[in-house]
């Protein structure tokens, strides 16, 4: 299994990104997957995550409203569009693959990429 995450980089406040999490070596449209992050000195936290077939969506309260997980079963692509940008959203973004219970659990994640950074400057 390899999960490649892109699309990070530095953009101002209030600015967008759009992550991408390209999947491979797994039935990718079988899986819910999963967006988390991890800023400087704190523990990993969940942001978002959506079922195998787009059909629902979860978000931390921190991001709903702001940010839109969505999916490309044909290209095996997970997308985190994220809006209205703070400077607490700086973080190594993760997607994951989600292998049980509940969605906002690190430990229900098996498979993790490798990191993407964000980086929010105000």
């Known amino acids: 299994v390899q999960l490649q995450a892109s699309g990070g980089g530095l953009v101002q406040a209030g600015g967008s990104l759009r992550l991408s999490c390209a999947a491979s070596g797994y039935r990718f449209s079988h899986y819910d997957m999963g967006w988390f992050r991890q800023a400087p000195g704190s523990e990993r936290e969940f942001v978002a995550a959506i079922t195998y077939n787009g059909g629902s969506e979860y978000y931390a309260d921190s991001v709903k409203g702001r940010f839109t997980i969505s999916r490309d079963n044909a290209k095996n692509t997970v997308y985190l569009q994220m809006n209205s940008l703070k400077s607490e959203d700086t973080a190594v973004y993760y997607c994951?693959?989600?292998?049980?219970?509940?969605?906002?659990?690190?430990?229900?994640?098996?498979?993790w990429g490798q990191g993407t950074l964000v980086t929010v400057s105000s």
């Open positions: 994951a693959v989600f292998v049980g219970g509940r969605h906002y659990s690190t430990a229900n994640y098996r498979y």
